[in-house]
Every structure is written in C-alpha cells, then in structure tokens.
C-alpha cells in the first residue's frame, strides 16, 4: 500500500496570504495525484488531478505541482472560503490512498 | 448534471448486515468504473471499494475484503454495497464516487449516508 503523508499538520494564515501545502509519496506514482477540498458538513470537492490540472470551476488561485514522490498544493491568495482541509489521493496503484489531511486556519 | 445519491444507511449492530445503494445519473453509468468511499467521524476519507463499468474486475480496501461486495446494475443505473460482519470501526459516511468523468472534467462524490455500528 502506497503511504501518503501530508505537511504540515495544520497552516495558520491570514486572508490573502499563500498556502503551500506538501504531500509526499511512500513510492514513485508519477504524477497520479488528485487533491480535494474539505469543508466542514460537506463531502470532499475535487481541485486537482494529474498533480497540476484543475478541474473545472476551480479558481485559478489553486495550482498544483509535483511528480514521482512530492507534490504541491498552492494557493496563491487566501480567500475566507479556503478555509478548509485539503487531502491529497494518489490513483497510481490499489488500493487508492488520502493523506491524512491539511487543515489551512484562519490566523 | 451528475448526480450520485446514496441511500441504505442507518443504526446497526455489530456483526449485522447493511446494503447501501447509489442512484446515478447525468453521464453514462455503464462505461465508468464506480468507487466507494468512507470517511468516519473527525478522520479523512478513506477508498474501500472500486468496480469496473463491465463488473469485470472490483477492488477492495484490506480493511472491508472478505467482508463488503460491491456491485453494479448498470440498466439500473445503480451501484451497491453489501456489507456485512459490521464492526463498530465501520461507523462512518459512506460515499458513491466516480472516476474522472470526461463530460464534466470532475470527480463527482454523492452527498453520504451514515452508517452507525453500534449495539
């Protein structure tokens, strides 16, 4: 099982500011990294795949990056509706694997 | 529009059995593979389950194999979990996922239904 770990534990950022969050890969899964959003009561909404793709109707502000074993989530200017927890997923091997999550906090 | 909406969930006690089901709609249901997902109470998500679009090939979690089935009725446009030998770690909404649809550029996540383990 391919092990995906998530740094840091929680980001504490004011509005406006930029969010880096990493994800690391326990192995090689090329660039088969989707992220998700999370919002409290909600389901996860889906940013990115491909490790830089974004899917539709996702701002701009969000880029990804990365391929083999790291990868990165970035948002460029903080708005009070990021305020959230981000996972990332790998969908190289079975079974398919989340990190354990990012929170990104209002400072 | 895409929608996934689960229905099934509820109380059960442990060792008992629960069938979720997933009503799809909105893109072409039977040449898609279809996902389960969970997430329990303050985790993340957690991938249990995956079937094929021609039911050819499924994937398991180790946490649910031997123990849940997924399956498909595609003239029903419908997905399925049977699960049962419930444990108390199995409390947690469960979620219909589908891969990548091509027509909407998403992966697209049902809205959950909680299954509780409990006695």
């Known amino acids: 099982e391919i092990v995906m770990t998530q740094s840091p534990a929680t980001l504490s950022l004011s509005p406006g500011e930029r969010a880096t969050l990493s994800c690391r890969a326990s192995q090689s899964i090329a660039n088969n990294l989707a992220w998700y959003q999370q919002r409290p009561g909600q389901a996860p909404r889906f940013l990115i795949y491909?490790?830089?793709t974004r899917a539709t109707g996702i701002p701009a502000r969000f880029s990804g990056s990365g391929s083999g074993t790291e990868f990165t989530l970035t948002i460029s200017s903080l708005q009070s509706e990021d305020f959230a927890v981000y996972y990332c997923?790998?969908?190289?091997?079975?079974?398919?694997?989340f990190g354990q999550g990012t929170k990104v906090e209002i400072k | 529009e895409v929608q996934l909406v689960e229905s099934g969930g509820g109380l059960v006690q442990p060792g008992g059995s629960l069938r979720l089901s997933c009503a799809a709609s909105g893109f072409t249901f039977s040449t898609y593979g279809m996902n389960w997902a969970r997430q329990a109470p303050g985790k993340g998500p957690e991938w249990i389950s995956h079937?094929?679009?021609?039911?050819?090939?499924?994937y398991y979690a180790d946490s649910v194999e031997g123990r849940f089935t997924i399956s498909r009725d595609n003239a029903k446009n419908s997905l399925y979990l049977q699960m049962n030998s419930l444990r108390a770690e199995d409390t947690a909404v469960y979620y219909c996922?589908?891969?990548?649809?091509?027509?909407?550029?998403?992966?697209?996540w049902g809205q959950g239904t909680l299954v509780t383990v409990s006695s």
């Open positions: 997923q790998q969908y190289d091997n079975w079974p398919r694997t």
């Open positions: 491909g490790a830089s």
């Open positions: 079937i094929t679009g021609s039911s050819g090939a499924v």
């Open positions: 996922v589908s891969p990548l649809i091509t027509t909407t550029n998403r992966v697209h």
